[in-house]
Antibody, heavy 120, light 107 residues
C-alpha cells in the first residue's frame, strides 16, 4: 500500500528557507511510471502546483515561484524534498507531496499535508 | 498559464439529487482533466482522471464528461458523505492548474 508521509516544520520565519520531506513507502521513487510533485493550498489562491521531480531526477517548477524552489531526491531513503527560499507571509499554506501518474497525469496519492506558517 | 474556471462556487442539493459541476479551461487541454474531492482537514482525493475514467474504489455515482475546454463532474444520487468540496485540475501542460473549488452543501 502506497504511503506518502510528510515531515518538516510548521513555523518558519520570514526570509528563511522552508525544507519539507516526503517519505515514500510501498513504491520505488526511481520507478519509471510516476513523477513526484509538491502542491500547496491557501484559502486565497487555492491549489497551486509547485513543481515536479521525474523518475530520472529532472525537475520542473512553477515560474510564479521565481527561482525560489528546489525539489530533490534521495533514492537511498526513497524520499524527495522541497526547499523554498526567501519566505514571506504569502507562502503560508498547506503543503502537500503527491504522486503523479504517467501518462494520464493525475495525482493518485497524496501526503497528509503540512501547514506551514511564515511568521516572526 | 491555463486558467480553470469552475462553477458554481457553491451548490445546494438534497440527498438523492443529481448535481453537475462544470469546469472551463482557458484553452484546449485535450483529455488532461481530473477531478478531486476534498474533505475538511484532508488532502484531495482523486475521483475521475482523463475526463471520464473512474479511479479505483470510487463509487459509480461519480462520472465525468467533456472535451476540449468544457468539462463536467456529475454526481447522481448524492449521498450524505458527498457534501464536501470538489476541484478540477488540468495536467495538459505545466504549470498544472486547478479550479477554485465547488462546495456542495446540504439544502
Amino acid at each position: 500500500q502506497l504511503q506518502l508521509q510528510q515531515s518538516g516544520p510548521g513555523l518558519v520565519k520570514p526570509s528563511e528557507t522552508l525544507s519539507l520531506t516526503c517519505n515514500v513507502s510501498g513504491d520505488s521513487i526511481s520507478g519509471g511510471r510516476f513523477y513526484w510533485d509538491w502542491i500547496r493550498q491557501t484559502p486565497g489562491k487555492g491549489l497551486e502546483w509547485i513543481g515536479s521531480l521525474t523518475y530520472g531526477g529532472a525537475t520542473a517548477y512553477n515560474p510564479s515561484l521565481k527561482g525560489r524552489v528546489t525539489i530533490s531526491v534521495d533514492t537511498s531513503t526513497n524520499q524527495f524534498s522541497l526547499k523554498l527560499t526567501s519566505l514571506s507571509a504569502t507562502d503560508t499554506a498547506i503543503y502537500y507531496c503527491a504522486r503523479l501518474v504517467l501518462w494520464t497525469y493525475q495525482y493518485d496519492s497524496w501526503g497528509q499535508g503540512t501547514l506551514v506558517t511564515v511568521s516572526s | 498559464d491555463i486558467q480553470m474556471t469552475q462553477s458554481p462556487s457553491s451548490l445546494s442539493a438534497s440527498v438523492g439529487d443529481r448535481v453537475t459541476i462544470t469546469c472551463r479551461a482557458s484553452e484546449t487541454i485535450s483529455n488532461y482533466l481530473n477531478w478531486y474531492q476534498q474533505r475538511p482537514g484532508k488532502a484531495p482525493k482523486l475521483l475521475i482522471y482523463a475526463v471520464s475514467s473512474l479511479q479505483s474504489g470510487v463509487p459509480s455515482r461519480f462520472s465525468g464528461s467533456g472535451s476540449g475546454t468544457e468539462f463536467a463532474l456529475t454526481i447522481s444520487n448524492v449521498q450524505p458523505e458527498d457534501f464536501v468540496t470538489y476541484y478540477c485540475h488540468q495536467s495538459y501542460t505545466t504549470p498544472y492548474t486547478f479550479g477554485h473549488g465547488t462546495r456542495l452543501e446540504i439544502k
